[in-house]
């Protein structure tokens, strides 16, 4: 789960930015305003989200590389 001010720190920090650079010349948009059919807010959870989603596997998989052992049962 995502708390408020993950989700108020990814906005000023990734979201707004990023929207900026691709959106140069439009109104800012707050957290609570309307943007492609839904509230920034809510697009910005969910971008935060998957963003934890993948560290979180990406993290799994390092560990489990690390300790991963292999045995060649038939060597050629």
């Known amino acids: 789960m ?3 001010k993950e989700v108020e720190d990814y906005y000023r920090d990734v979201w707004l930015p990023r929207f900026r650079r691709q959106q ?3 109104l800012v948009l707050g957290l609570e305003d309307v943007y492609k059919g839904q509230k920034v807010s ?3 959870e969910t971008e ?3 963003s934890k989603i ?3 596997t990406d993290n799994f998989l390092d560990s ?3 300790s991963a052992e292999i045995t060649i049962l038939n060597p050629v």
Request: proline share 6%; no cysteine; hydrophobic share 30%.
């Open 2 to 4: 995502v708390k408020q």
């Open 42 to 44: 809510k697009i910005v």
């Open 24 to 26: 140069p010349g439009s």
């Open 64 to 66: 489990v590389r690390e």
């Open 54 to 56: 993948e560290s979180d």
């Open 48 to 50: 935060l989200t998957e």
